[in-house]
C-alpha cells in the first residue's frame, strides 16, 4: 500500500475539496472511441459530460423551476414514498461528486465558463432549497429519506467548504442547520444509514455548532465491527454483496474520521486504518473494469453507475493510490467505463438521467426507492475534475489497466489477501 501517499496531501487541517488538488479492437486494442490517448481530451470530456449531467437539475432549481420542471420518473417497484424526496436526492448527490471540481482555482479559459456557471447555480440552489418561501423549498419533514441526501449535501459542504458553505448567506446558513438538526427526529437504521446521521453530526462540528456525539461514535463503532477483511465491510450484520462499500460505507468513513480526528474527537490510528481499507478495497474495483470498459453489475442500487468507483476516484483526487495504480491507469479506465455508460439513451430527450445503467430500457432495474434524482449519485465519479490538468491524472498519457493488460496476455500484478 502507499503508505507515504496516505499521509502525503492529507492534513487534518484542511479537506478534499480544499486540495490544489466500443468495442474491442483484434487482439484486445482499445479504440479511441473506447479511451482517448490524450489526457486533456479526457478531461474536456469529463467536463462535457458532468455539465450535461448537472445543467438540467442547477438551470431549472437556480431559478426555483425543478418541481415544476423535473421529468421525475420513479421504478416500477415504487414504494410509495412522498416523491418529493427526489429532488433533495438529485441536490444533494451531485453536490459531493461536483464539489471538489468547482473549488479548484487551476482551470483553463474554456473551462472556467462551464464551472463558474455551475458553481453559482448550484449555490444558488442550495439557497432555494432551504427557502420556505422559494417554489423548490425541499422535502425535509417528509419521511426517513432526507436522512440520507441531506448527508450527502454535509458531505459535500465538508469536501469544499470554500465554495459550498463559506459564500453562502447568514440567513442560508442558518437554515440549513435547522434543517439539518431536526433530522435528529430520524433513528437511522442498523446499516450504512449509521453513517449518514454521522456525517451530518461531523460537518456541523466542523462548523462549530453543538453536535449530538453519539449519532457520531456509535455509527464509527459499529460499522468498525462489521469489518469482513481483506478491505470489505458488511452493510449492517448480514453481509450482501453489493457496492455499498463504494457508494456510502468507505468514502463517508473515512471522510468522517477525518474531520473528529481533526477535532480532536477520534484517534489518527482509526482514520489510518480505514483509509488502508479503503486502500485495499480500491484494488478490487480496479481489477473490475473490464478490457472493454464494462464492469460487473450485480447487488441494489446498480443504477447509480459510475458511483461504483468512488473510492478509486477518491484516493486518486488524494494523491494516495496504492503503488501499483497509477493516476492515468485510473482515468484511462474510467473513461472508458464513462463512455460506455453515458450513451444518448441514458438521457431523456430533456436531459434528465434515466433509470436504467445501458440506456432507458432498464428501468425495471430500479429499485423501489429509486427515482430519478437519485441517479445523481454517479456525480461521484467525477471527483477526480478536483485536481488541476497539470496533474499526471490529467497530463501523462493513456496506461493500460489491470484487465486490459490480463487479457492481452500481458504481465500484471498478481492479488493476494490482506489483513488489517
Same mark, same amino acid.
Given at each position: ?8 496531501g492529507l492534513s487534518l ?19 479511441n472511441d473506447t479511451a ?97 418561501? !422559494?417554489? /423548490? $423549498? ?8 432526507? #436522512? *440520507? @441526501? ?57 462548523i462549530g455548532e453543538n ?28 453481509? !450482501?454483496? /453489493? $457496492? ?8 463517508? #468513513? *473515512? @471522510? ?89 439513451? !441514458? ?74
Amino acid at each position: 500500500m502507499k503508505r507515504r501517499s496516505l499521509l502525503k496531501g492529507l492534513s487534518l487541517a484542511g479537506l478534499v475539496g480544499i486540495y490544489k488538488p466500443s468495442t474491442l479492437l483484434a487482439r484486445t486494442e482499445i479504440n479511441n472511441d473506447t479511451a482517448s490517448i490524450n489526457g486533456s481530451r479526457d478531461r474536456a470530456y469529463w467536463v462535457s459530460l458532468m455539465d450535461k449531467i448537472a445543467s438540467p437539475v442547477l438551470d431549472n432549481m437556480s431559478k426555483g423551476l425543478l418541481r415544476k420542471n423535473m421529468d421525475m420518473r420513479v421504478s416500477p417497484i415504487w414504494d410509495n414514498r412522498d416523491i418529493g424526496v427526489g429532488y433533495l436526492e438529485a441536490l444533494g448527490r451531485l453536490a459531493v461528486g461536483m464539489g471538489p471540481w468547482l473549488a479548484l482555482e487551476e482551470v483553463n479559459a474554456n473551462e472556467k465558463v462551464i464551472q463558474s456557471r455551475l458553481k453559482k447555480q448550484l449555490q444558488d440552489s442550495i439557497a432555494k432549497g432551504v427557502d420556505p418561501k !422559494s417554489a /423548490d $423549498y425541499l422535502s425535509w419533514d417528509k419521511g426517513s429519506q432526507p #436522512l *440520507v @441526501d441531506a448527508a450527502f449535501l454535509a458531505q459535500a459542504f465538508v469536501k469544499a467548504p470554500k465554495v459550498l458553505w463559506e459564500p453562502l448567506s447568514d440567513g442560508t446558513k442558518q437554515q440549513l442547520i435547522h434543517e439539518f438538526k431536526q433530522l435528529r427526529r430520524i433513528k437511522p437504521y442498523e446499516s450504512n444509514w449509521l453513517l449518514f446521521a454521522a456525517m451530518i453530526e461531523s460537518f456541523l462540528l466542523e462548523i462549530g455548532e453543538n453536535v449530538e456525539e453519539k449519532r457520531i461514535d456509535y455509527a464509527i463503532e459499529k460499522i468498525v465491527t462489521w469489518y469482513k477483511g481483506d478491505g470489505w465491510y458488511s452493510d449492517g450484520a448480514v453481509f !450482501s454483496f /453489493d $457496492y455499498y462499500n463504494s457508494y456510502v460505507i468507505q468514502p463517508m #468513513l *473515512v @471522510d468522517i474520521l477525518r474531520v473528529n480526528v481533526k477535532q480532536g474527537r477520534r484517534t489518527r490510528d482509526e482514520f489510518d486504518r480505514a483509509y488502508k481499507r479503503m486502500q485495499r478495497y480500491a484494488e478490487f474495483l480496479e481489477r473490475m473494469i473490464s478490457p472493454e470498459g464494462t464492469y460487473p453489475i450485480f447487488g441494489r442500487s446498480a443504477t447509480y453507475r459510475t458511483a461504483i468507483f468512488q473510492p478509486l476516484v477518491q484516493l486518486a483526487l488524494e494523491d494516495a493510490l496504492p503503488d501499483w495504480i497509477t493516476p492515468a491507469q485510473v482515468r484511462s479506465a474510467i473513461t472508458a467505463v464513462k463512455k460506455r455508460v453515458f450513451i444518448p439513451e !441514458s438521457f431523456t430527450k430533456d436531459g434528465w438521467l434515466t433509470l436504467g445503467i445501458i440506456g432507458d430500457r432498464q428501468s425495471g432495474l430500479a429499485d423501489s426507492y429509486s427515482n430519478t434524482g437519485s441517479m445523481y449519485l454517479t456525480s461521484l465519479s467525477f471527483l477526480p475534475l478536483g485536481l488541476p490538468e497539470t496533474h499526471p491524472f490529467w497530463s501523462a498519457p493513456f496506461q493500460e489497466w489491470t484487465m486490459l493488460k490480463a487479457w492481452k496476455g500481458e504481465p500484471f500484478r498478481k492479488d493476494y489477501h490482506v489483513d488489517f
